[in-house]
Nanobody
């Protein structure tokens, strides 16, 4: 199973980017996904997550600006980021859980994801 994150880049303050996270090779559909980010010198932060294909949650720092979605047919998740700010600059990581009954994913604690992707760098210039 591979989890490929993409869509990062350099954008000016106020601009938009859409990150993608594609899961390939999973025998079960992806039904939960989270996006984290890690800025230089800071701890990894949970930015957004979607659970059971419908329940969405966002950190206060991105609420109203970011939107998470999940395309089950493509086993791909997205993070639409609008009104970007310089403080959004970070490496963004996606993590996913599948509908496999053997999955150990804990949606409340946000632990034991089935898959983690490599990061994609987002840089917002002022």
């Amino acid at each position: 199973v591979q989890l490929q994150a993409s869509g990062g880049g350099l954008v000016q303050s106020g601009g938009s980017l859409r990150l993608s996270c594609e899961v390939s090779g999973s025998s079960f559909p992806i039904n939960s996904m989270s996006w984290y980010r890690e800025a230089p010198g800071k701890q990894r932060e949970l930015v957004a997550d979607i659970t059971d294909n419908s329940n969405r949650d966002y950190s206060d720092s991105v609420k109203g600006r970011f939107t998470i979605s999940l395309d089950n047919a493509k086993n791909t998740g997205y993070l639409q980021m609008n009104s970007l700010k310089p403080e959004d600059t970070a490496i963004y990581y996606c993590a996913a859980a599948s509908a496999n009954p053997s999955s150990n994913y804990a949606p409340v604690q946000k632990t034991s994801y089935d898959y983690w992707g490599q990061g994609t760098l987002v840089t917002v210039s002022s």
